[in-house]
């Protein structure tokens, strides 16, 4: 047995590729920390069918999901790397979880009620409502120490604790209580486009976001065409400069400047010259993840032998952690 921590997350297999905001906040940091702790990655497939999703291109998805968290330096025989749909027991828990979470406290979660704020409760499918149920059972299946997750999914991790003590003190301690890890706030990339809103995968148009999976020049495009603010001065300001800032909050976190030494960097320089340098840098960080997805993905019996054997791994402690579960709340085990 290892006395690391463990540590659990996933990324939804929702775009082609994975954004700058996705590897600079979440694998770029999980590859980081690898070697401390003992890891289980997933691509949270179920979760990806609250929102519509045509059923051809899902499974490519996953696929290049899983190919990004590889070549971003995950490495797939010292972690556990698999996917949600390939372990049934995380549907099979979220059952018995669902047993036991107010009807209310699920109303409550605001990544649903904002969802919804738009096209009203009838637009939503069950499905969004008990997502976070769901992302509670994938947690708690391992018994993780830790779940490195954004701001956005703080909420999430919350239920899970209150879930997790609740079915403890009821039927008995099955399950471990998991703090949520947050990243810092540099850590947060924003649109090009729109620098006030985080980068995503689901922002109107694509043109403020950066793949992983697009092109070198289509890189250097995107973030020479990022809206810059009023004014000159190359200096780091959110209020007053978000455009300026993001850039050059990007420029810290892809050279490991920091952004005193950045603003130093381009003193009295031109927006131009900070956005040619942002491009060569962020180009750099890139291409070789690009590279390694893109062999990865052309070799699928490669990645299918992943698979499966992180497919075995995960199944081994989800099942042990389900079979207590059904214990505790009283079944007839089968025999
Ligand atoms: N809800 C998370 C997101 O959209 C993805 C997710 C699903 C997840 N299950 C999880 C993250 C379990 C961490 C742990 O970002």
Redesign the pocket.
Same mark, same amino acid.
């Given at each position: 047995m290892t006395s690391q921590p463990r540590v =659990? %997350?996933?990324?939804?297999p %929702?775009a082609d590729s994975l954004h700058l905001g996705n590897y600079l906040g979440?694998l770029r940091p999980w590859v980081q920390r690898q070697s401390e702790q003992e890891n289980f990655f997933?691509v !949270?497939d179920l $979760?990806s069918l609250t929102s519509r999703i045509e059923p051809g291109v899902l499974a490519e998805r996953t696929r290049k999901t899983v190919a990004q968290y590889i070549a971003g330096g995950l490495d797939p025989e010292a972690n556990v790397l698999f996917i949600?749909s390939h372990v049934p027991e995380h549907a099979e828990l979220a059952w018995v979880l669902s047993c036991v979470t107010g009807f209310g406290e699920a109303s409550r979660m605001t990544?649903f009620k904002d969802k919804t704020a738009k096209g009203g409760a009838d637009q939503a499918n069950v499905g969004l409502f008990t997502? !976070?149920i =769901?992302?509670?059972s994938?947690?708690l299946l391992y018994k993780p120490d830790a &779940? !490195? &997750?954004?701001d956005?999914?703080r909420q $999430? &991790?919350e239920l899970?604790r209150t879930l997790a003590q609740r079915f403890n003190s009821r039927f008995g301690e099955v399950f471990k209580v998991p703090e949520a890890s947050i990243p810092a706030a540099g850590a947060r990339v924003y649109d090009l486009q729109n620098p006030t809103s985080k980068m995503s995968k689901s922002s109107e148009s694509p043109a403020g976001r950066i793949e992983i999976l697009d092109s070198d020049k289509q890189i250097a495009k995107r973030i020479k065409s990022a809206v810059t603010d009023a004014g000159t001065e190359i200096r780091f300001d959110r209020e007053e400069k978000p455009g300026v800032s993001n850039l050059l909050d990007i420029y810290s976190s892809v050279t490991g400047r920091t952004v005193a030494e950045a603003e130093e960097e381009f003193a009295g320089k031109m927006y131009g010259h900070l956005k040619v340098a942002v491009a060569e840098a962020v180009v750099a960080e890139i291409a070789p993840v690009r590279e390694r997805a893109l062999e990865l993905l052309a070799d699928p019996a490669e990645l299918d032998r992943i698979l499966a054997s992180g497919r075995e791994k995960a199944r081994a402690v989800a099942a042990a952690t389900l079979g207590d579960v059904y214990s505790a709340v009283g079944f007839l085990r089968a025999g």
């Open positions: =659990l %997350s996933g990324m939804q %929702s979440a997933f !949270p $979760h949600q990544q997502y !976070p =769901l992302m509670a994938d947690i &779940v !490195p &997750v954004g956005d999914q $999430h &991790v899970t």
